[in-house]
């Protein structure tokens, strides 16, 4: 499974994002797909799973301005991301949960001015 995220960009605080995940490979191997992101200095901090059968969670710092989807061929997943603020400011990754082993992505940055 390789994976490549996109979308991410420079926006004023209170605006939107979308980043997307592009999933190749042997798709069906995935279990789980999420997002996470890192700050400078920080770890990397999950931000939104979704787990096979559709089961979601999202971190406290953005239930409700986040939500994670997915297309119908499960090879492509979203972060729709609104009410950005400057905090939100990471590299953002896509990670899945495969049936051997974790597979992340190159990361895409997303920078929230204030």
């Known amino acids: 499974v390789q994976l490549a995220e996109s979308g991410g960009d420079l926006v004023q605080a209170g605006g939107s994002l979308r980043l997307s995940c592009a999933a190749s490979g042997s798709t069906a191997a995935i279990r789980a797909m999420g997002w996470y992101r890192q700050a400078p200095g920080n770890q990397r901090e999950l931000v939104a799973r979704?787990?096979?059968?559709?089961?979601?969670d999202y971190a406290d710092a953005v239930r409700g301005r986040f939500a994670i989807s997915r297309n119908s061929a499960r090879n492509r997943y979203y972060l729709q991301m609104n009410s950005l603020k400057p905090e939100d400011t990471a590299v953002y990754y896509c990670?899945?949960?495969?049936?051997?082993?974790?597979?992340w992505g190159q990361g895409t940055q997303v920078t929230v001015s204030s």
């Open positions: 979704m787990v096979d059968g559709g089961n979601i």
């Open positions: 990670n899945a949960v495969t049936t051997w082993g974790d597979i």
